[in-house]
């Protein structure tokens, strides 16, 4: 059996995996506001990244996915990115926001 992984930001914003679930919840409780990365209103789309703190998923010693982008809203509403790094979702988020800016023009 697998033992869980959890992961919490550093004060780098690096996510550290720790195993001791109680270290984890604590982290959550005091870091409320931390979550959301970015957040961008394009008429009726909402593009949110977020660093997802419920990931707990280690596949072979890499954390997948700890960084996602939602769409919400729209035709385009459901897509969904995830991403291993801040940098890469923050990215990501803007490489989404530019599509969908496009869609919205030739709307």
Same mark, same amino acid.
């Given at each position: 059996m697998t033992i869980p992984s959890f992961y919490i930001l550093n004060k780098d914003n690096m996510p550290v $995996?720790? +195993?001791?679930? $109680?270290i984890w919840k604590e982290w959550k409780e005091a870091n409320k506001f931390k979550y959301s990365? /970015? +957040? #961008?209103? !394009? %008429?009726?789309?909402r593009v949110l990244t977020v660093y997802d703190i419920f990931s707990q998923a280690e596949e072979e010693g890499v954390n997948s996915g700890l960084y996602e982008t939602?769409? !919400? %809203? %729209?035709? /385009? %509403?459901? !897509?969904? +990115? #995830?991403? #291993?790094?801040e940098e890469d979702a923050v990215l990501g988020h803007e490489e989404i926001?530019?599509?969908l +800016? $496009? !869609?919205v023009m030739l709307n």
């Open positions: $995996n720790v +195993e001791d679930f $109680n990365i /970015s +957040e #961008t209103f !394009l %008429g009726q789309y939602y769409v !919400l %809203g %729209g035709f /385009s %509403g459901g !897509l969904q +990115e #995830t991403y #291993t790094s926001v530019d599509r +800016e $496009n !869609l």
